[in-house]
């Protein structure tokens, strides 16, 4: 599913293009995406309002709204979705999970159905949920009591206090959302390679200037996927098959289920003696 990259990614495609435009109309229709509420619930509440502000906090995206009240519009992108802005131009705005195919930003390709979201704008221009596999999610005023602190964001005497500790796998604790928020699959892998560090390791053992080294590779990885286009164009990604080789020394690439989740990770460089 879309990581932190990819949910940043969208969010500043809101910032850039979706903000401070009248809404004049919402299609909310898709019972299942829009769940738990129902056609016209949220068109009720956001047409003639104004999307103030677009934040994020690890995979999860909210929109500050215009008028009274502290009420929010909240966006997941679910496994593969993006967010396309229409200026009022006629351009096009986009960002979310890296294209696969049909992305939505030619309509004329695109099945009607999988724009499972729309703000339609005053000046003529678009706001559009695109995710062809209906995993996606808007509602309103989303609840985020159980999202930690936002992976990209998190100082680093935070980050050693909540990583550092107890016998889980270092990778599970990684992808743990209460505990860091944003980091998915592909990105722990990516992390722990950087870092030359065995995603099996029991994250208490890690001294203070491990997990110092840790939250630096995170910061540095992450920010990179950002500046790219999404995790998809980190080192280690493209090796992360049968047959793969580490792109740093050579050596096999191994796999395995760590936390449940698909790992791999070098031969030579991240396998300790167990």
């Given at each position: 599913m879309p990581e932190l990259p990819e949910v940043e990614l969208a969010r500043s495609t809101?910032?850039?293009?979706?903000?401070?435009?009248?809404?004049?109309?919402?299609?909310?229709?898709?019972?299942?995406?829009?769940?738990?509420?129902?056609?016209?619930?949220?068109?009720?509440?956001?047409?003639?309002?104004?999307?103030?502000?677009?934040?994020?906090?690890g995979k999860t995206m909210w929109c500050d709204l215009s008028g009274d009240g502290d009420r929010r519009l909240g966006l997941h992108l679910g496994m593969s979705g993006r967010i396309i802005v229409r200026t009022n131009d006629g351009g096009t705005v986009h960002g979310g999970d890296p294209v696969r195919g049909v992305d939505g930003t030619d309509e004329s390709v695109a099945k009607p159905e999988w724009y499972r979201f729309t703000l339609a704008f005053e000046d003529g221009g678009s706001l559009r949920l695109f995710d062809k596999r209906r995993l996606g999610r808007v509602?309103?005023?989303?609840?985020?009591?159980?999202?930690?602190?936002?992976?990209?964001?998190?100082?680093?005497?935070?980050?050693?206090?909540?990583?550092?500790?107890?016998?889980?796998?270092?990778?599970?604790?990684?992808?743990?959302?209460?505990?860091?928020?944003?980091?998915?699959n592909l990105l722990a892998d990516e992390i722990l390679w950087q870092a030359r560090e065995d995603p099996h390791r029991p994250a208490g053992e890690l001294t203070a200037d491990e997990l110092?080294?840790?939250?630096?590779?995170?910061?540095?990885?992450?920010?990179?996927?950002?500046?790219?286009?999404?995790?998809?164009?980190?080192?280690?990604?493209?090796?992360?098959?049968?047959?793969?080789?580490?792109?740093?020394?050579?050596?096999?690439?191994?796999?395995?289920?760590?936390?449940?989740?698909?790992?791999?990770?070098?031969?030579?460089?991240?396998?300790?003696p167990r």
């Open positions: 809101i910032e850039e293009a979706g903000l401070g435009r009248t809404i004049a109309d919402v299609d909310d229709a898709d019972d299942w995406v829009c769940r738990p509420h129902l056609p016209g619930e949220i068109r009720e509440v956001l047409v003639g309002r104004r999307l103030t502000a677009a934040h994020r906090r509602r309103l005023d989303p609840d985020l009591g159980d999202v930690g602190p936002d992976a990209g964001e998190i100082g680093v005497k935070e980050f050693r206090e909540r990583v550092g500790r107890g016998t889980a796998p270092l990778k599970a604790r990684l992808l743990d959302q209460s505990t860091l928020a944003g980091v998915g110092t080294a840790l939250h630096k590779t995170l910061r540095t990885a992450t920010r990179a996927a950002i500046r790219h286009g999404g995790v998809h164009t980190g080192e280690v990604i493209g090796s992360r098959h049968k047959g793969g080789h580490c792109p740093r020394c050579g050596a096999d690439m191994a796999t395995g289920q760590v936390g449940g989740r698909t790992t791999w990770w070098c031969t030579a460089e991240q396998q300790r």
